[in-house]
């Protein structure tokens, strides 16, 4: 299978190459030249396989450079390091409702579902693709990313990772886990700036021919652990596919049946893989797109026009405090036709004016199967109390966000019969002092402190990668403005 740009179709490389490099050389992101559909058949398949197996199984119908023996020995050494019995478990809290657990990885948070898998899938990449130079993984971080992608290529052969994240963008414990990373090819750098001056900065280094010149004489090449890296994105395909086989297998459905996916929503990588699933054969009735107060794919999602010109939010969500969700440009790549063209004027616009709008008729399309609504701080906060006294559920602010949007679509609409997923993206733990506000009623501002207190009122267990986060040593201090990125990256590549 062949993968192509979404802002010039005639650029073809291979699932090997598209997972080197990351980005396309024009800016655009890749994406296969069709999708693979799974049959009944399969189905059947899937539902008796380990969850390693299902994804190896997934994974091999988009990366065929690799073959699935390879893929099941990526997939169960990656999902060996998760705590539990399952990578993934779908959870009935309510008759119809699930919650779909992405964190029980070693970082506790939804990002290692993929970013245990790409480390494998790169490393492999380089030797599939004769690369010789030093890979370097930049990453701008929004809180989770960061940390699992840091802690997946810890000391992997062949690469270094930079990591740039907002200085006071991210939750004290997520700060702590960053800061506090081991290993021997990894630096973290915050800025004084929001997540999007760091992704915009760091894509502009990617487009950069010079800067990647100066990084090539300094023997290193670029590629990426964000979503924008489709060896990142496609082993996210796999949980939705999973949760499926999972429905299936309670009895709860049958091959067919639809069902609704609630995602919080930032980059929008995540959402994204849940559309990619339906169109492998997944049943969906809805894809529920939730927001926080950054509110702009909600406003895209209702009027058809993209629009970052408005205020920034820092929040208790802070993993979706995103204006520039770079991953809609694969879903927008779709829904105009597969017209490159368009989208790179488009994406031109969005650079140049902050802003670009699509066709009536696209727009129409797009909520046949997209919903979208957000969460205010408050909802946010009461829903995670409700949940703990009527489920006896313990959630994360992300998560919350999400069950927030999931019932004012119920009640908007009505739909209580169709089984619903709501996806849970982080542990309640990596943010303690949010979480035990919400429960408690109390603001404890240190995060120590907090965990111990949401301990003591839940009775939940803290997660081991979290429980000593406090007793590691603090490597990594240094805080940057915005506009020294580039120099930052250049200044590690000289050692």
Not at 153 to 163: A, L, M, P, Y
Not at 277 to 303: E, P, Q, R, W, Y
Request: net charge negative; glycine share 6%.
């Amino acid at each position: 299978m062949k993968y192509i740009s979404t802002r010039n179709k005639s650029i073809k490389v291979t699932s090997a190459q598209a997972i080197v490099s990351g980005l396309s050389k024009d800016g655009g992101l890749f994406v296969p030249e069709v999708f693979p559909t799974l049959s009944k058949e399969d189905f059947d398949k899937l539902t008796e396989m380990s969850y390693p197996e299902r994804a190896a199984k997934v994974l091999s119908l988009y990366l065929d450079d690799y073959t699935y023996e390879e893929l099941l020995d990526y997939a169960t050494k990656a999902y060996s390091r998760f705590y539990g019995d399952d990578p993934c478990p779908l959870v009935n809290v309510d008759d119809n409702l699930y919650v779909l657990e992405l964190w029980h990885g070693p970082t506790c948070a939804f990002k290692d579902m993929a970013l245990t898998m790409l480390p494998h899938l790169l490393s492999a990449a380089r030797k599939k693709t004769g690369e010789d130079s030093r890979t370097l993984i930049l990453v701008a971080t929004s809180g989770d990313t960061g940390k699992a992608a840091l802690e997946g290529f810890k000391d992997v052969d062949g690469t270094d990772i930079i990591v740039f994240y907002p200085s006071e963008g991210v939750s004290d414990m997520q700060k702590l886990q960053m800061m506090t990373q081991q290993g021997n090819n990894v630096y973290v750098c915050a800025i004084n700036g929001n997540f999007d001056d760091a992704q915009s900065a760091v894509k502009t280094i990617f487009n950069d021919k010079d800067m990647q010149a100066k990084l090539l004489a300094n023997g290193y090449k670029l590629s990426s652990a964000n979503s924008i890296n489709w060896g990142r994105l496609a082993p996210q395909i796999a949980y939705y596919v999973s949760s499926y086989c999972d429905l299936i297998a309670s009895g709860k459905i049958k091959y067919g049946d639809k069902v609704n996916f609630c995602v919080p929503s930032g980059n929008f990588g995540n959402i994204l893989a849940a559309y990619y699933a339906s169109l492998m054969g997944v049943g969906v009735n809805k894809l529920i797109c939730a927001s926080n107060v950054n509110n702009v794919l909600t406003d895209f999602f209702t009027t058809g026009t993209y629009d970052i010109h408005r205020q920034f939010h820092k929040t208790m969500s802070p993993s979706m405090d995103i204006l520039i969700s770079s991953n809609l440009e694969r879903l927008l790549f779709e829904f105009s036709g597969r017209n490159d063209a368009l989208m790179s004027e488009r994406m031109d616009k969005l650079k140049k004016e902050g802003k670009y709008s699509i066709s009536d008729e696209e727009l129409k399309n797009l909520k046949k199967i997209f919903a979208v609504g957000y969460a205010t701080e408050d909802d946010t906060k009461e829903v995670i109390d409700n949940c703990l006294e009527a489920y006896d559920y313990l959630m994360d602010t992300h998560t919350a966000v999400a069950m927030s949007v999931f019932d004012d679509y119920v009640e908007a609409t009505g739909d209580e019969e169709t089984p619903s997923v709501v996806v849970s993206t982080a542990n309640a733990y990596k943010f303690p002092c949010d979480v035990y506000e919400a429960v408690a009623g109390e603001r404890v501002e240190d995060a120590k402190k907090a965990t111990k207190k949401l301990h003591a009122f839940t009775g939940e267990d803290v997660p081991e990668p979290l429980a000593d986060l406090d007793k590691r040593e603090v490597r990594f201090t240094n805080v940057i403005d915005k506009s020294q990125i580039a120099e930052e990256v250049l200044k590690y590549t000289r050692k």
